[in-house]
DNA sequence: TGTACATCAGTGAACGCGCGTTCACTGATGTAC
DNA sequence: TGTACATCAGTGAACGCGCGTTCACTGATGTAC
């Protein structure tokens, strides 16, 4: 095993050359549209080339699936690091969410808007994506989440079972410092992350926030003070 | 003005047939896919026949687009109608809104979920998108909501000032009864509505809720009841 | 260090397919007198 | 009540296009001895 030679060089790099067109593709196209051929025809290649790199269209949007779900939590997960406090923590993962949202909208759509049509998702793509819910974790331990929330009872535990079951896969939790109920807040409090997101990159917010983006993200960061004052993150602001 | 003759009773059936062919189609295919050329042949008809109906593929796509919302709110209001008191109002809301998208998903995702690339929303698909939103604004109303929420303030309500500026078109409020707090957190109530109900259909309720119906529609009750909590709608559960 | 061979990247033609839209046309249904 | 004409619904061929995938092939890059 020495150091890659020239050719798994070539490999990687034309690998990532194919991914990049593809996901420019996105932007005008939808992902049920991504054309191999128009890839090829990107990159110069015959449209057969491509296949000594990817094996069909469906491998091509596992790629990109994947890599939109590492790519944004990268970036999240970049911005959260260096933040002191778990509600500034908290903060900065949902800007930052947006923020790459924003700059990547057709990567966005890809993972949390509607799924392609006939593409059945494979097992890859679980880890990648539960990585910055995995951070929200994080937040709820450091912070000693203790929720008393009227609306939570055993119902609620019962249906939450397979997260509660997985919940030291996501992170790793020696001794849990929330309770369940702050658990069944949180799963709500990133449905409503990208559900926000979703509704202002699909057009939902028209007529109703401001269309500058000053307006958006003033919206955007009242409802994240108010889903952690309902977590009881930090001081009320 | 006679009533409709035979023509016009007939084109109607057949516009009717060409708009439900085309729902089906999506259940499979996903709106950017939608072909006028697979309408016609399930209708039995030559592909260039549909253009006696309808001009265009974008043409019939907005007639399916105002179409679903116009359904979804007609199903919703049905429901919401003869129901007594704001807070039982909405919660029927929030589960006939989620029943209907859980009977029709596709047209659920065709609303709300990416938008389809190179197509533009025309104007006559505003209207018919806030009948839901107009039904939440009565409650505010009926309820005499007040909030006090210490993350809104003068600029937050500044963001909405699309919103709130239109109000009275949504709904006819003579002497308007919710303060601009309350309005803030109904917008962020509808935002999650939506949202919950996309991250469920669009798989990423999995390995989190529990799979079946039941645990589905009790995590969303408490979802909405966390919400109708914090709007202060009716007392807590 | 040189040679023989295996592996790999890339080509270009071909397969069979579906698409939106236009156009000149045929018959049937309606309307005006 | 009957006739002449206009409108309308529907046809089928054609236009020009793009797609995913396979296949036999050519050269270049690597590897083993």
Known sequence: MSEPGIRARNRAAIMAAITDSANRQLLEA??????VRAVARELGMASSAIYRYVSSRDELLTLLIVGAFNDMAQSVEARAERMKGARKRWQVIGLASRDWAIE????FALIYGSPVPGYAAPQDTIGPATRIPALLIGILQEAHVQADVSAFDARVARSLRPALANLDQWADLRTREFNDAAFALGVMAW???????SFELFGHRHNVVGDSQSDRRTYFEFELNVLADLLGIGQGV
Chains 1, 2 share one sequence.
């Open 104 to 107: 990547q909208p057709q990567r």
């Open 30 to 35: 939808g992902p049920s549209e991504l054309s």
């Open 191 to 197: 449905t409503h992350i990208i559900g926000s997101i």
